[in-house]
């Protein structure tokens, strides 16, 4: 009897073993994909990085920025006698990825993302704008906001914000 019950116990321990290794074996197979990652996606993600910095900006990119902004500031805010931050420690400019309209389907392939605050009657609000340049003089306003007043705004519904 006693022999019957040590052959049980050994069944057991071999089974829990095997029980063991199996385990180990399937979390290594879960856990390897994101230890050793997808380079692919690794690339993709490095290229739409680097593409979306404000690196080698001309003056004449950062000052058609900035006219777009004045004139739909303006506009949308109802203000004039504002003044733009034009310095390079607020003005960030930046290319965005290709993205779609959410609800037309247009897609916008040259998208600049820019920020900078503006000084209206001595008080400093920061703002974003985001366009889509369809060529040198044709644009699409697709987002502006600023706190001065958060019930204005322009704001297209993008894919990439859903």
């Known amino acids: 009897m006693e022999q019957r019950s040590g052959n049980k ?4 321990n071999k089974l829990m073993g095997c029980l063991g290794v199996a385990v180990i074996i399937l979390v290594v197979a879960i856990a390897l994909p994101f230890i050793l990652g997808d380079k692919s996606k690794t690339d993709e993600s490095k290229e739409k990085t680097q593409s979306s910095t404000s690196g080698d900006w001309s003056d004449a990119d950062k000052s058609e920025f900035l006219v777009i902004a004045e ?3 303006k506009q949308t805010y109802a203000i004039d006698n504002f003044k733009i931050e034009d310095s390079s420690e607020k003005l960030k400019v930046y290319n965005s990825p290709t993205d779609v309209n959410a609800e037309t389907g247009e897609e916008y392939k040259n998208i600049i ?4 605050e503006f000084t209206y009657q001595d ?4 703002f974003t704008l985001l366009y889509n340049k369809i060529d040198k003089n ?3 306003i697709l ?3 600023s706190n001065y007043d958060s019930t204005k705004g322009i704001d297209v519904p993008l894919k990439s914000e859903q």
């Open 138 to 140: 044709k644009y699409s």
């Open 113 to 116: 993302n820019g920020i900078s």
């Open 9 to 12: 116990k050994q069944k057991s």
């Open 143 to 145: 987002y502006l906001y």
């Open 123 to 126: 008080k400093v609000y920061p």
């Open 71 to 73: 004139k739909y500031i």
